[in-house]
């Protein structure tokens, strides 16, 4: 049957299916590249033996970082592949590369029975990880978009930071339950951390089932038919140089803010606030249960009032209330108050996070969309996001710590300077005229 004459139920079924299996994906891949962060308070002592808990993390997030800039190379290999043979075979390969991964970080033999050899696998495997996970972000949003009704773009593409979050929260799932209810501690930082990495790998199953079963995008099937998906390189990419800087613009602060009250959170918690490991991984799944449950409805929102008010909300709440907010966290003298005061960075985060990707999406044509969104998003986030826990850490160990939250406060203000005079996408969106579904 001809795309073009496709019925309406037909295409609403096509795009529930693009959801569940575009966003369960997500979810899987997310997971694997979260777990890594999650475990790193119970493993960092077995690849690299010191006394010292703070330098072992810094050590671990130096490897974080690591992973982050292979981002780039996945942005640009996964984009160039989405856009040349289809978003639906990307999104494959993307999650085969982050399962081998996973199986190679959960039998990796410790430091003290193989040596330098350990820390090495460690690397190689976080390196496969984050060539995967560079490629994820460009193709999934691109995905979810160009499935969307033009009236519910902001909600589709939502679905993917709410998965994204999601990834997270069940890797701390899992986590509170080897914690409270399986495993002592001796047992986690013995063996029991590479259980999640092995689920991981289980689950990547689960998504290239969903995904085997999800239909090509119509945007990138017409566009292949006009013989525009034929490349989707980089010097394509250039002739877009205004779209490329406003990504580049719009994922600066929100990645230095989102890293921060998501991923190094965890650690602040335990390093910095002085509370036991278990309070501080049950804090941060409610408040990312929270975080991701909210992500549509901002969503929804962007597809009523357009995109630019929240990104004007974040950037203007952002640069106010870092500072105060996490001086608040590492003062608070209740897990009560935490948990409020983490809410609240949250909250003015999703107004970035929920409509992070359809903004993306909307600067860029068909033929250069997953490269156009993938690569200059994961340089981006391989510079500073991937960067935000180990100059956090780092400043720590200076003695410095407070230093790293006007880090993150410039970084939303030179957000906030491209929000104010950037069009508002949703007006001019690249994706209207284009077939959806």
């Known amino acids: 049957m001809n795309d073009d004459k496709l019925d309406k139920q037909t295409l609403s079924m096509r795009r529930l299916k693009a959801i569940a299996g575009g966003s369960i994906g997500n979810l899987v891949e997310w997971y694997d590249w979260y777990t890594y962060s999650a475990f790193a308070i119970y493993f960092s002592a077995s690849f690299f033996p010191n006394d010292n808990q703070t330098v072992q993390l810094l050590q671990t997030a130096g490897i974080f970082a690591l992973g982050f800039l292979m981002r780039p190379i996945g942005g640009w290999l996964f984009g160039a592949l989405a856009d040349n043979i289809g978003r639906k075979k990307t999104m494959l390969i993307s999650v085969w590369l982050m399962s081998i991964g996973s199986l190679i970080i959960a039998f990796i033999p410790d430091y003290s029975t193989i040596g330098i050899l350990a820390p090495l696998l460690l690397t190689i495997a976080r390196m496969l990880q984050g060539l995967s996970v560079g490629g994820e972000f460009g193709v999934s949003a691109t995905y979810l978009t160009e499935m969307a009704t033009p009236n519910r773009r902001g909600f589709f593409s939502s679905f993917q930071y709410a998965t994204l979050i999601g990834g997270q929260l069940l890797a701390l799932g899992v986590q509170i339950l080897l914690q409270k209810f399986l495993l002592t501690d001796e047992q986690l930082h ?204 780092w400043f720590k160990s200076v003695d410095h710590e407070s230093w790293y939250y006007w880090y993150v406060t410039i970084g939303i203000f030179l957000s906030l300077i491209m929000f104010v005079f950037m069009q508002d996408t949703k007006k001019g969106s690249k994706l209207d005229g284009e077939p959806h579904g």
């Open 190 to 393: 013995d063996w029991g951390w590479r259980i999640p990495f092995v689920i991981g790998a289980i689950l990547s199953v689960i998504a290239l089932y969903l995904r085997v079963h999800l239909h090509e995008t119509r945007a990138y099937t017409a566009a292949k038919e006009k013989g525009k998906a034929k490349d989707g390189s980089i010097s394509k990419l250039l002739k877009h140089p205004k779209a490329i800087m406003i990504v580049v613009g719009l994922t600066l602060g929100g990645t230095l803010a989102f890293y921060t009250f998501t991923t190094y959170m965890q650690k602040f918690l335990v390093n910095t606030v002085g509370i036991s490991k278990g309070d501080a991984t049950m804090i941060s799944f409610v408040s990312l249960f929270a975080f991701a449950v909210i992500q549509p409805l901002f969503g929804g929102l962007s597809d009523r009032i357009g995109r630019k008010p929240l990104l004007i909300t974040f950037g203007l709440l952002g640069t106010i209330c870092t500072v105060p907010l996490m001086n608040a966290i590492s003062s608070a003298n209740s897990n009560w108050a935490i948990f409020v005061f983490i809410m609240i960075g949250l909250l003015i985060i999703s107004t970035y996070t929920s409509i992070g990707a359809v903004v993306k999406a909307e600067l860029f044509p068909a033929e250069v969309r997953a490269i156009g969104v993938g690569l200059p998003h994961a340089i981006t986030v391989a510079i500073f996001g991937g960067t935000a826990e180990y100059v956090a850490l």
